[in-house]
């Protein structure tokens, strides 16, 4: 190799042991586990670089092993999502071959050590998201948590206002009624005013073919 290829190559293996090197003491952490799925976590996976070598490294691990499924990192949270085929590959091995290639100091449970705020933030909303994918699950598809709950209290309402001053423990069905709406209205804004804005163009066009009828007549 040439002094100018030297140069050319250096940099980029250096910068590259240098991210390394820096989360090496830094475990790869099992947020969630079941076969089939598993959910984990790592400070290198947080707002990485494009083409962040621990990233690269760690989903090469993973795609090259027999029995991968899928990868889908959250950069905010830091949390990847893996998909393997159970009857091919074990989690523990799987685990341990990604920690190994990127770099990282070995699997760590992640509930065996007390977590800050921000980590306690991040599991919360892994667990929301856990729950809401097996809720799409069970409905094929159809519905997840942004339908069912809306339709949760909805039901309540209605079980409310039959039970009348009976409902115990139950709000007033005014209450989970309107509670129904907001959520079902706040967690489809984009289809809402979507829909809102054909609405108005409909209602412009109309608008236009009227004067235009009237003037020919």
Request: glycine share 8%; proline share 5%.
């Amino acid at each position: 190799m040439s002094h100018s290829e030297q140069q050319r190559t250096t940099p980029g293996s250096r910068s590259e042991s240098r991210e390394r090197s820096r989360h090496a003491g830094e475990p790869l952490r099992l947020v969630h586990h079941h076969p089939g799925y598993l959910r984990i976590r790592a400070g290198a996976f947080i707002q990485p670089a494009e083409k962040d070598p621990v990233v690269t490294a760690a989903r090469t691990a993973a795609e090259t092993v027999p029995g991968f499924r899928s990868w889908s990192l959250n950069p905010k949270t830091g949390s990847v999502v893996i998909q393997y085929d159970p009857g091919k590959l074990e989690a523990d091995d799987l685990l341990k071959h990604i920690a190994k290639s990127a770099g990282l100091h070995g699997v760590e449970i992640a509930t065996s050590r007390k977590m800050n705020r921000q980590e306690l933030v991040s599991a919360f909303l892994d667990t929301v998201q856990d729950v809401n994918k097996v809720a799409s699950q069970l409905t094929g598809e159809r519905a997840d948590l942004r339908e069912l709950v809306p339709a949760g209290l909805a039901a309540i309402s209605v079980v409310s206002l039959v039970l009348n001053e009976d409902r115990g423990l139950l709000p007033f069905w005014s209450s989970a009624l309107y509670h129904s709406y907001r959520v079902f209205m706040h967690w489809h804004r984009p289809e809402v005013r979507t829909r809102e804005r054909a609405g108005r163009q409909e209602e412009e066009r109309g608008g236009v073919g009227n004067k235009s009828g009237a003037q020919s007549s």
